[in-house]
């Protein structure tokens, strides 16, 4: 069953069934009220990036990090998948020197994909744009501190920051903000102030877009050779085409 809003918004009874995989998983029981209510939404970009991704995590990454590091860092040698995780919702402290200047909470990262070697993290949007703010940093938006925390999360490890968009028109704040901070010159004179190691370890920030993900998807699809993982791809494309994520 479904309602449907003044604005013509449909939403679930049951935010299940907005989801095509793992709709039992543990991480529901304790995930916030209102997080479970967004994901009843038609428009929810929480059960887009758990559809996608949660697929995306029952392949093995060596068939579709290649691929999705071709089109999302931009570089033709992808990093080694050796030990590679794929985590959603992850919980990341800031940096404690941030902190002196007034308090910021845990940053929730839609998307982290790392490795002994390397951290990416993917911030994801659907019909919505990025905040541009924090309640005590107003001037800090959500690209700049996804980098900071990631950066210094990532320590040692080379850090990739990504920010996945159903298209340019559609976040053009976020867009803009991925064209300035992808100067690093530009990001690490904004973050001096409590960054004194220059994010030395900042390797990419870049722009994906959700058909970026359904071509990573069909590459998967026809280079899998197991046939359970190759109906993961195959179920999560359909949902894409069926939500007009693929062009």
């Given at each position: 069953m479904a309602k449907t809003t003044k604005s013509g918004v449909r939403v679930l009874d049951d935010f299940r069934d907005n989801l095509i995989i793992d709709r039992y998983d543990p991480v529901f029981a304790t995930m916030r009220g209102l997080k479970l209510r967004h994901l009843r939404s038609e428009n929810s970009e929480d059960a887009v990036t758990w559809n996608v991704f949660r697929s995306l995590r029952q392949i093995d990454p060596a068939v579709w990090l290649p691929e999705l590091a071709r089109r999302g860092l931009q570089r033709k040698e992808p990093p080694p998948a050796d030990g590679t995780v794929l985590s959603l919702w992850l919980s990341v402290s800031p940096p404690p020197a941030l902190l002196a200047g007034g308090d910021e909470g845990n940053s929730e990262i839609d998307i982290a994909i790392e490795s002994p070697f390397w951290v990416w993290f993917i911030e994801t949007k659907y019909r919505s744009d990025?905040?541009?703010?924090?309640?005590?940093?107003?001037?800090?938006?959500?690209?700049?501190?996804?980098?900071?925390?990631?950066?210094?999360?990532?320590?040692?490890?080379?850090?990739?920051?990504?920010?996945?968009?159903?298209?340019?028109?559609?976040s053009p704040v976020g867009a803009a903000k991925i064209d300035r901070y992808s100067d690093f010159a530009e990001t690490q004179a904004l973050l001096?102030?409590?960054?004194?190691?220059?994010?030395?370890?900042?390797?990419?920030?870049?722009?994906?877009?959700?058909?970026?993900?359904?071509?990573?998807?069909?590459?998967?699809?026809?280079?899998?050779?197991?046939?359970?993982?190759?109906?993961?791809?195959?179920?999560?494309?359909?949902?894409?085409?069926?939500?007009?994520?693929?062009?």
């Open positions: 990025i905040e541009t703010g924090t309640k005590t940093r107003p001037e800090r938006d959500q690209v700049l501190r996804n980098i900071d925390v990631g950066s210094y999360y990532a320590g040692k490890r080379d850090f990739f920051f990504s920010l996945l968009v159903s298209s340019p028109v559609t001096q102030d409590h960054r004194p190691d220059h994010l030395a370890n900042l390797r990419g920030v870049t722009l994906l877009t959700w058909s970026d993900m359904a071509a990573v998807l069909t590459d998967a699809r026809n280079s899998i050779v197991r046939t359970d993982e190759q109906q993961y791809a195959e179920r999560a494309l359909e949902w894409m085409q069926a939500k007009g994520l693929v062009e």
